[in-house]
């Protein structure tokens, strides 16, 4: 009965046309288009690693990874304004995604300038 009252509020929300659902919906389609973006710039940058191509920090492939951390962390912006301006109620499943993008957003923030000093250090 619970997953059902749950349900009917995602559907709700959904079908509404009110200025926070399309706030939303900007919110996961910048999310998902950031986190392609991310998996096709890993992607070609392991596959530089692997055949040892030499590489700086500052190469096509980071920078087209980075956009989509950047792109997602606007995603996660949005999300983190909804939910404190109380747009979005605490109760309603899709707070779940957002606080995902939250922590994902923050590994990101620390895994960047990592990723600079491993590649000044080892190349």
């Known amino acids: 009965m619970l997953y059902c009252k749950r349900l009917s509020k995602v559907t709700v929300s959904i079908h509404s046309k009110d200025n926070v659902t399309k706030k939303i919906l900007l919110m996961l389609c910048l999310a998902c288009a950031g986190s392609f973006l991310q998996i096709v710039g890993v992607s070609w940058d392991v596959t530089s690693h692997l055949v040892k191509t030499p590489e700086t920090f500052f190469t096509p492939s980071h920078v087209l990874l ?27 499943p899709i707070i779940t995604p957002f606080r995902l993008f939250i922590i994902g957003s923050i590994f990101a923030a620390v895994a960047g300038p990592s990723d600079y000093a491993w590649h000044k250090i080892f190349g």
Do not use: H, P, R
């Open 66 to 92: 980075y956009s989509g951390i950047g792109v997602l962390i606007v995603a996660t912006l949005i999300g983190a304004i909804l939910i404190l301006n109380g747009k979005i109620d605490k109760t309603n």
